[in-house]
């Protein structure tokens, strides 16, 4: 009998066999050149770790709180659109199992799903994705909506007044599925003139002028927390904390956007000692391990968000294919913790860690 799924990248070759070619190269693919996907993986590979013995390790404690909300670990589900592409249940399923591992979900603009039909679908605490149109009407609905409906804080998405170029969308003519959350707020029909339908859609309605200024905006029209997602300098996480957000997501969107930006876990620190624990800040991007949590939490992290890998468990197995995926980095992390000498999240220091400037720091 044939084993499932041991790893992450298991799951990933699984879905690859799975999923139609313009699908699962829409999930996987990245920005031209695909620099920055590649080095999302390949930072992490280089940093080292720096394991403490004899520690009573018996107990590990993996949970925590973000905003005041209880997770079982602090892995969570990053926004990741048009889920249907992947499974008939989508965003559903997804919410469902991130309930099931006691984690937090932020739910996608772009759900095939509806805010009201994942709201209903199970009792976990849930954040929504927000991105700025040009019909600020719009973005008003869908805060309220998500406010009368649970959610529990606004993430809102600043790396991307423009779509970036994802040369395999273009060259698959890759077609929009229904936005379930925008009928009847957005018109979904934008057509490329020879690519993807997409990047017509981003640059029909997404609003490119909006400055710090409309962090103040959307503060005014919620009550909800507000977490920025796609910061990576201290220049622009110290702004963050100037305008007084909840939460600072280091991301580089999955390097989808802007293909030699650094690798997430490159920037972390930086924005890590701009903040100086002013706000909780996660990293997006690039986790495939739950060595990889670790080593983000080394360098200061909060927490950690996951994206593909719930796509690939989801093609794979459904709604038990993302509990599955949660569970094995989960895992992975309470083992990299025993072996690392560390019982608890507040044991994880940056001592633990040799990044590869620490390296050439030692030979100077």
Same mark, same amino acid.
Request: glycine share 6%.
């Given at each position: 009998m044939e084993?499932?799924?041991?790893n ?14 313009m ?6 693919g990245?920005a ?5 996907l590649s ?12 394991p ?6 018996s107990?590990?404690d993996?949970s925590?709180? +973000? ?8 892995i ?8 249907k592409l992947?499974n008939h249940e ?5 919410a ?5 591992c006691n984690?937090?979900?932020? +739910? ?12 209903s =679908? ?6 929504f ?6 019909q ?8 309220k ?5 649970g959610?529990?804080a606004?993430?809102l998405?600043?790396d991307?007044p ?10 698959n ?11 009847g707020?957005? =018109?979904?029909n934008a057509?490329?003139?020879g690519?993807?339908d ?7 309605t997404l609003?490119d =002028? ?10 005014s029209i ?6 920025l997602?796609?910061?990576?300098t ?10 007084r957000v909840a939460?600072?997501i280091?991301?580089?969107h999955g390097?989808r956007?802007?293909?030699?930006a650094?690798?997430?876990? =490159?920037?972390?620190?930086?924005v890590?000692?701009?903040?100086s624990?002013?706000v ?5 991007g690039?986790i ?5 949590v670790?080593k ?10 996951i994206? $593909? ?5 989801l093609a ?14 989960q895992?992975e992390?309470?083992l ?9 999240l507040?044991?994880i220091?940056?001592? /633990?860690?040799?990044?590869? /400037?620490? $390296?050439l720091?030692?030979?100077?």
């Open positions: 084993s499932g799924p041991v992450l990248n298991e799951f990933e070759e699984l879905a690859r066999k799975i999923l139609l070619k699908n699962y190269d829409f999930f996987s990245g031209e050149d695909r620099y920055t080095e999302n993986i390949k930072a992490f590979q280089r940093i080292l770790f720096r403490r013995v004899l520690i009573d390790v107990k590990i993996m925590t709180s +973000l905003l005041g909300f209880k997770m079982a670990a602090p969570m589900v990053a926004p990741t659109g048009l889920l992947a989508g965003e559903v399923a997804v469902r199992a991130a309930a099931a984690t937090i979900m932020v +739910l996608s603009f772009s759900s095939n799903r509806t805010i009201e039909e994942v709201a =679908s199970c009792d976990a605490v849930r954040f994705q927000l991105y700025i149109y040009k600020r009407d719009v973005c008003i609905t869908l805060v909506r998500a406010e009368s409906n959610f529990k606004i993430v998405t600043v991307t423009r779509l970036g170029r994802r040369e395999a969308d273009i060259k003519k890759f077609v929009i599925p229904k936005f379930a959350n925008l009928e707020l957005l =018109s979904v057509k490329s003139k690519g993807s997409l990047e017509a859609f981003a640059s029909a609003d =002028s909006v400055s710090w200024k409309d962090i103040e905006w959307l503060r919620t009550k909800l927390p507000i977490l997602k796609g910061i990576l201290a220049e622009d996480a110290r702004k963050a904390v100037e305008a939460g600072i280091v991301s580089n390097a956007q802007l293909d030699y650094p690798a997430s876990i =490159s920037a972390l620190e930086e890590v000692r701009a903040v624990g002013a909780p800040i996660i990293l997006d690039g495939r391990r739950g060595t990889d670790f983000a939490l080394a360098l200061g992290a909060n927490a950690v968000m994206g $593909r890998p719930i796509v690939y468990g794979a197995k459904g709604e038990n294919g993302v509990r599955q995926v949660i569970e094995m980095l895992n992390l309470e990299t913790m025993a072996l690392n000498g560390c019982p608890g507040k044991d220091t940056r001592n /633990h860690v040799q990044t590869e /400037h620490d $390296r720091r030692s030979m100077l």
